[in-house]
């Protein structure tokens, strides 16, 4: 946080007037007292310091009310200090994107990918906490910086999600300038959703069809699924999600049943 007189301390109610001179030199000064109250609020909640920008307040023109509305936002070193304050962060994955059949840990294309996932690791969880971002729903057409360098900025979104949804408590609300570059999208297109890889499991142990355990496939490829460990629910032993889903469509194609006595291989499934 910032020193001497900018320091924004827990106890106080309002900002001070030396803070409130900074911050207009940050560009808020025609911020309602409303707006400024909640930013402070948000300042002390999280521990971040305002005029380090790693919190800060952005004002957009509503059309709809013909007025400038303000949000609150912070950088991607802002959701990561808090995540460390916890004392529960563990680190990340290392970025990973989409390019439509399969993800990349390096994204050398020309074009921009068409999702980005991060993985955060909380203490008392066995699997990091995978979030993804797609490409339709955070890219700006009007930002330079989306044009330059599209991959970095997709992971940034995939970033924050995940950190978000390791630390809901303490970033609820709190968003990237990143992942605001779409704000004033009218209506953002619909996706299919990245199952988790327990999702996954599930589908493969209920599955009836090959048709189905092909999509099981597709889904845990497409999620990046495919070398998780999981459990074998047919024995007891670990495995891959790669390596449970032929053994399911095997089990589904010569099922095992008892007859009198004796297990016998039965009539398999149709596709």
Not at 23 to 36: F, I, P, W
Not at 245 to 269: F, Q, T
């Amino acid at each position: 946080m910032s020193d001497g007189a900018l320091a924004v301390r827990q106890d106080q109610s309002n900002w001070t007037p030396d803070q409130l001179a900074a911050l207009r030199q940050l560009g808020v000064e025609k911020a309602t007292s409303g707006d400024l109250s909640l930013f402070l609020s948000y300042a002390q909640r999280t521990g971040l310091d305002p005029f380090s920008r790693q919190i800060y307040m952005i004002g957009r023109w509503d059309n709809r009310n013909k007025a400038t509305k303000w949000t609150i936002q912070a950088s991607i070193d802002g959701l990561r200090i808090v995540a460390q304050r916890s004392g529960e962060y563990e680190g990340q994955t290392e970025a990973q994107w989409y390019d439509g059949e399969r993800w990349h840990e390096v994204w050398t294309a020309p074009g921009a990918p068409i999702a980005a996932k991060v993985g955060g690791y909380r203490k008392g969880f066995r699997e990091p906490l995978y979030a993804t971002a797609l490409w339709t729903e955070y890219a700006s057409d009007t930002s330079p910086m989306w044009k330059k360098m599209p991959a970095l900025m997709l992971a940034k979104c995939a970033e924050a999600l995940a950190l978000r949804r390791a630390f809901p408590n303490d970033l609820s609300g709190l968003y990237t300038a990143e992942e605001m570059a779409q704000a004033d999208k009218q209506q953002p297109v619909q996706h299919e959703p990245f199952l988790t890889a327990e999702e996954v499991l599930l589908s493969v142990q209920v599955a009836e069809t090959e048709d189905e355990l092909r999509d099981c496939w597709r889904q845990a490829n497409r999620g990046g699924h495919l070398g998780v460990e999981v459990q074998n629910p047919w024995a007891d032993e670990m495995t891959t999600l790669g390596a449970l889903i032929p053994l399911a469509r095997e089990r589904l194609l010569h099922p095992l049943v008892e007859v009198e006595g004796e297990i016998v291989e039965g009539e398999g499934a149709s596709a």
